[in-house]
């Protein structure tokens, strides 16, 4: 019943390419994440807020089923997922083959530090001499050039910048662990180790090559020796004998390939045992020496190792898909022929610069001041479309969030400094599309005074006394106006990212003629060639909601391409754990501390003395180095000597989020709830403890609390839900085609449920696109397809009249014709029940045939039934229905509909005179394009306020359009031949839908997501998905693109027979549950309910997601957490006082 | 006589006070010494229960800091914890605890010096106030 799974390639670490890694990641696949940058978060890692909450709320992205999979904290810090493989700091270097078969050639950047060394304690940054722009507070600050690239980052790595270090060699000294190789640009930074028990042999080497080629020479006269020293420190080369007295060279060449895998080996042999050697090739060494030899032999084959380490190291992986996730770069406004002043005046930031400066983690600590003068701020001015909508910079485009972050800039900076500061937004269209959008800017200008004015800045001068900001633009009327600000905020657009065309070329993807690839007609992220898709932004900048939405959608084009055949499927790699049952056992921990290569010195004996006194803990084990196979055979040997039950792994923050909890339950065979881990070095290196006496009290509380918390976990097996592997989808309009055509693909039977006789929605009106793709054809093929897949089950002239159950087994009852009933079981739901053109008040509509909506006019097109007279004028009046109370919202389609229309119109008539009468042209994204050709068309656009609408006079068969002409200043009186309303779009009534799913509707009536950013695709209810138009007015492929990630979304539920219980999941006690439901009104989730047959309290597991809210509120202990069990939250009380 | 040095439980929820707790030691902020930070999932969790049982096993105060409003990631627990604060900080005196013992902040996940910054507070607030005599003698 599961799909085919493979190993797919996601290229680009930010907030798209995460949530691509992590459904796909989610739905059974293994991910290779790759990011270019040293962290991943990509551009949010350096945002703080986001609207419209202004704050963050990434980690709502993070997996909600099966919980356990992924570590449960800020996302900002990182990701850590079993299924997803991370490489930063790396790049792609070749994509070939197609789809199941491609090869990916890698290409890593050392950042010369040990990962498995690094503590992140920052003394090497104390000592390094070298200050450069640091690129995380956009070149606000400095950093040194041995840095941890993301402050918040976790674990907090550092890294050398090899361009700017001088390799003085100070941080190697004051590393406590031994963690940094320095760039090996540098010969004596290059360690060779000489393994020989031969002291002639030994000397000789060394002198070579220390004193003759300045490399870092070590010698060892044994082979325990060597190794001794292969753990204290790595090393590039080891020069090694074969045959030395006790370990000779062939075990010395096993145990470093475990121990210090990347040092490189030659082998040193007697001629007599030069088949020893060749031998140890076949184990790992690179090649071999015969003794004796002259240093003409020995150093080309050292310089061999020291040129291959000094260049970077490529790798290859075979993947079955591609998704490129890059996202965008940002526009320089530096490299434009209008600068605006930036990095002249002082007081010219751009918006990420904006955003960095008024961070608390920002260079300034969270003051507003100008970087350059530190001069105080109090008129701040956004000044829009800089490097968009203008061919000076070759932007004929719209960024389509820059409006939106400056709304946000300037809320944030007003809620932050008060409402003395002035901020005004510059701009030409407040390009308020998308859902929430048009409410967040009405609050800004009502609510938080900020002040919107039209007209585009051209000039920025700075007053030379007063070194105030004096920025020059022409308003609506025309007239030249001037201001005078403190900063100036440069909403940047977008450009390519740095690695389009790199990418563009390897994967022969066309790119349009800005320089962003292209996909496929109808899909936004499908391309031309087998097996390579594209997410998030890209294809363009897009806010946190598309990428989101486009990236999940990506994810599921790409697991549906392995679905097809043409790869041998991988059947399920996540085998249901088997764990011990130690239920009945009394608790018994072992506690394993990690000494991270020694730099901890421990007195087990002392440590035991200062913990609390505790019947359950048996005792505690030292090992040397956790995260070495050395240090896992250590464990192996500890934990099959003693019979303890539970397992406190004390180490670095970089052991609690990698897989150790899961290696040691497989070795164990304990449940990953009886395995916890403490950070014990955080607390010692960081307070600079190593050395001091404290360091054993300051462990003891650590562990004490670990102990604590450990004595409680739960020692049942987690328990098991299970999936109905069937979905319903309702409505059989294009995204409910889409949605049930992308789950029956991946073999889950569905049930398609159309209320109507026929399928379609309204594909069955609307011509053809923007972009001139035609309707009709694409129509006939998604029905063909539908009626055609055999797990698809159509059930037209029905709707959904019941729902209940829990998610994963759903129990829903359909009303077909003649009011036949239904009842079957789903795993989950996709609700796709669209929307349709909002019914027009006014205007005139009604009372003259020559007043038509946007389909009205749209039929008539396709009929030919229009007929305008010669030379004839046409009208179209924007928002005529929408973007005021009480629909005020953006339907995203009408501006862009009107562009296609009069071209139509002007097309078969150049004559024809047409007018647009607009409020803001919303042509986001390259649709701006349609709007810069219908200008150069004739089209004329007349800018209206919503205050001073347009009026129709209707006066038998002359009809007439009154608007105020704001350049003229003067009201216009059109005579129109027609009058076309665009009155945007309204979903189709589904309060009926809401209430019998369970799920809320927003204001407007459309669907409420579970998080509008974050989860866009997700009803308020766990296992009910939406998409379409009843999720959000949009395009065609939009809607399409919606449907593919709620399909994605439910893949995630449907893909296995269970899911397992996640470890902080609640319970009922049902023996002391006195059945006063105050935990039902205070789940945030609903997802407790009270089963009136039982007569108790139910938990839906996968709706729980742990925040112990119903915990706190019982006045009976009845319902509670496990692992946070009051018990032992007052031993952690009592051990965090003791 | 040594300087009176308060001990301070911090219940700092998972995802923002906890993420800046940590932030503050990356960036090796200091911040005094006797801060206990015991982490939950959620201030939304905090029973009362916890906050009484560390006042009385001899904390000076406690702190439960959480996510800013609108942004606690279990949509609002932090506004549930702002309610039982403000009705525990009534019920307080009565057991002998002056109110300022408890407090309540926001602190979020990228907002290090904040962490450190009200740390530094709350420990010369407490020193001010001094220890606090309820674990010695309970008034009932």
Request: aromatic share 6%; with cysteine.
């Amino acid at each position: 019943m599961s799909h085919a799974t493979g190993h797919i390639l996601v290229v680009g670490a930010g907030i798209g390419g995460m949530r691509t890694a992590m459904d796909l990641a989610e739905t059974g696949h293994a991910v290779t994440l790759v990011e270019h940058a040293p962290h991943v978060g990509g551009l949010l890692a350096s945002l703080d807020h986001q609207f419209p909450t202004n704050h963050c709320g990434m980690c709502r992205m993070l997996p909600r089923l099966d919980r356990d999979q992924s570590v449960q904290a800020c996302l900002r810090k990182g990701l850590t997922h079993e299924r997803i493989h991370i490489r930063t700091d790396t790049d792609i270097m070749a994509i070939d083959g197609d789809t199941g078969n491609l090869t990916v050639t890698l290409r890593q950047k050392s950042g010369y530090v040990d990962a498995r060394r690094c503590m992140g304690c920052g003394a090497c940054a104390d000592v390094c001499p070298v200050d450069i722009p640091d690129p995380f507070n956009a070149g606000l600050s400095t950093r040194k050039a041995i840095h941890s690239p993301l402050p918040h980052a976790w674990p907090a790595l550092y890294q050398i910048d090899g361009t700017a270090c001088t390799r003085c060699g100070e941080c190697r000294t004051v590393c406590p662990t031994n963690a940094i190789v320095l760039p090996a640009g540098e010969k004596s930074h290059f360690r060779v180790l000489v393994v020989d028990d031969e002291a002639i042999v030994r000397e000789s080497i060394r002198d070579w090559l220390r004193e003759e080629e300045g490399f870092h020479v070590d010698v060892a006269d044994s082979g325990p020796a060597g190794l001794s020293l292969l753990t204290n420190a790595p090393y590039h080369l080891m020069l090694l004998d074969i045959k030395m007295p006790g370990m000779d060279g062939v075990d010395v060449l096993r145990q470093a390939s475990t121990l210090s895998p990347d040092t490189q080996v030659i082998m040193m042999t007697a001629f007599a045992t030069v088949e020893t050697a060749v031998e140890a090739m076949k184990i790992g060494a690179m090649d071999y020496l015969i003794k004796p030899f002259e240093p003409d032999a020995l150093i080309p084959k050292v310089m061999q190792v020291y040129d291959r380490v000094a260049a970077m190291t490529d790798q290859t992986i075979q993947v079955q898909a591609v998704i490129l996730n890059a996202g965008t770069t940002l526009y320089d406004p530096s490299s434009g022929k209008n600068n605006l002043g930036y990095q002249t005046h002082p007081g010219v930031v751009t918006s990420l610069e904006f955003e960095r400066i008024i961070s608390n983690s920002g260079p300034f600590a969270g003051k507003l001041v100008r970087p350059k003068d530190d001069r105080p701020v109090q008129r701040l001015a956004w000044l829009q479309c800089v490097g968009s909508r203008d061919f000076q910079s070759d932007g004929d485009f719209c960024s389509s969030v820059c409006c939106m972050i400056s709304i946000k800039e300037a809320v944030l900076a007003r809620e932050k400094y008060g409402p003395n500061l002035d901020a005004a937004i510059y701009y030409m269209d407040m390009r308020t599309y998308d859902k929430s959008f048009q409410r967040y800017r009405d609050a800004a200008e009502r609510d938080h005074g900020i002040r919107f004015v039209r007209g585009r800045v051209h000039t920025m001068i700075i007053d030379p006394e007063t070194q105030d900001l004096v920025i020059r633009y022409a308003d609506r009327s025309g007239d030249m106006q001037e201001s005078i600000v403190d900063m100036a905020v440069l909403a940047i657009g977008q450009r390519p990212a740095r690695a389009m065309p790199k990418l563009a070329d390897m994967c022969h993807l066309p790119l349009n003629s800005w320089g962003f690839a292209e996909t496929q007609p109808f899909s936004l992220t499908r391309t031309a060639k087998p097996g390579i898709f594209l997410g998030g932004s890209f294809t363009g900048l897009k806010d946190i909601r598309e990428t989101v939405i486009l990236s999940s959608a990506a994810g599921l084009n790409a697991s549906r391409a392995l679905q097809s055949g043409v790869t041998k499927p991988v059947t399920d790699a996540l085998p249901a754990p088997r764990t011990r049952d130690v239920s009945r056992e009394l608790p018994a921990i072992r506690i394993l501390i990690c000494t991270c290569h020694q730099a901890l010195q421990i007195d087990t004996d002392l440590l035991s003395r200062r913990l609390r006194p505790c019947p359950s803990l048996l005792g505690i084990d030292i090992v040397t180095a956790i995260c070495t196979p050395e240090g896992s055979e250590a464990i192996g040997r500890i934990l099959n000597a003693s019979d303890f039950n539970r397992l406190l792994v004390a180490a670095c923050p970089q052991e609690m989020h990698s897989g150790i909890r899961r290696d040691l339950a497989q070795m164990t065979g304990l449940d990953r709830n009886l395995i916890d881990c403490v950070d014990i070095h955080t607390p010692i290196f960081r307070k600079g403890l190593t050395e001091h006496p404290d360091i054993h009290a300051e462990m003891a509380h650590i562990l004490d609390m670990g102990i604590h918390r450990l004595a409680g976990a739960n020692p049942l097996a987690s328990e098991l839900t299970p999936i109905h592997h069937h979905a319903l989808v309702v409505g059989g309009g294009v995204a409910g085609m889409t949605a049930a055509l992308a789950l029956a693909d991946h073999g889950v039977p569905v049930d398609l449920v159309e209320k109507n006789a026929t399928l379609g929605g309204n594909l069955c009106w609307i011509q053809e696109t923007l972009q001139g793709d035609k309707i009709p054809p694409f129509r006939a093929e998604l029905e063909q397809k539908i009626s055609k897949h055999p797990n698809i089950t159509l059930y037209t002239q029905t709707t959904v009249a019941g729902f209940s159950g829990q998610t994963g087994g759903f129990v829903t009852t359909l009303e077909g014709p003649e009011k036949k009933v239904t009842t079957s079981r789903h795993g989950a739901v996709i609700l796709a029940t669209g929307g349709m053109e909002t019914p027009v008040q006014g205007y005139g509509y009604g009372q003259s045939p020559a007043i038509l909506t946007q389909k009205e006019l749209e039929e008539q097109i396709a009929t030919h039934a229009l007929n305008i007279g010669d030379p004839g004028s046409v009208v179209m009046i924007q928002c005529a229905g929408t973007r005021e109370e009480p629909r005020n919202y953006c339907s995203r389609v009408c501006c862009a509909t009107s562009l296609k229309q009069a071209m139509m119109l002007k097309s078969q008539n150049p004559e024809l005179a047409v007018y647009i009468l607009y409020r803001d042209m919303m042509t986001y994204g390259f649709t701006e394009h349609l709007y810069t050709r219908a200008r150069k068309a004739g089209v004329v656009f007349i800018a209206y306020d919503p205050e001073a609408k347009p009026t129709v006079m209707v006066d038998g068969n002359d009809v007439r359009v009154r608007v105020m002409e704001p350049v003229l200043n003067r009201v216009l009186e059109i005579q129109a031949d027609r009058v076309i309303l665009a009155a945007g779009m309204i979903p189709s009534p589904n309060t009926d839908i809401c209430g019998i799913f369970g799920i809320k509707p927003d204001p407007d009536g459309f669907y409420q997501e579970a998080d509008i950013k974050w989860r866009p695709v997700e009803s308020t209810r766990e296992g009910v998905f939406v998409c379409g138009i009843g999720l959000s007015p949009g395009t065609i492929s939009e809607s399409i693109a919606t449907a593919e990630a709620a399909a994605q979304k439910a893949l995630a539920l449907l893909f296995r027979p269970e899911i397992l219980r996640s470890r902080t999941t609640a319970r009922v006690r049902h023996s002391l549950c006195s059945l006063c439901q105050l935990c039902i009104s205070a789940c945030p989730y609903g997802a407790r309910q009270m089963e009136s047959d039982l007569n108790r309290i139910v938990i839906d597991p996968l709706m729980c997601q742990g925040c112990g809210a119903c915990a706190a509120i019982c006045p009976n202990d009845a319902a509670v957490m496990d692992e946070w069990l009051p018990q032992h939250m007052f031993g952690v009380i009592d051990a965090a006082l003791a | 006589m040594e300087p009176f040095e308060p001990t301070i439980v911090a219940f700092v929820c998972n995802w923002c006070t906890y993420t800046a707790a940590d932030l503050a030691g990356t960036s090796r902020l200091s911040y005094p010494k006797n801060i206990r930070l015991i982490r939950v999932m959620c201030t939304g969790m905090v029973d009362p229960q916890y906050v009484i049982k560390a006042l009385l096993e001899g904390a000076d105060a406690v702190l439960v800091s959480g996510c800013h409003p609108g942004d606690c990631h279990y949509i609002n627990g932090n506004y549930k914890a702002r309610r039982r604060i403000r009705l525990l900080k009534e019920i307080l005196p009565r057991f002998g605890f002056e109110p300022e013992r408890l407090r309540l902040t926001w602190i979020g996940a990228s907002d290090g010096i904040q962490f450190a910054e009200i740390m530094r507070d709350l420990t010369s607030q407490i020193r001010a106030i001094g220890p606090s005599q309820t674990r010695q003698t309970m008034i009932i």
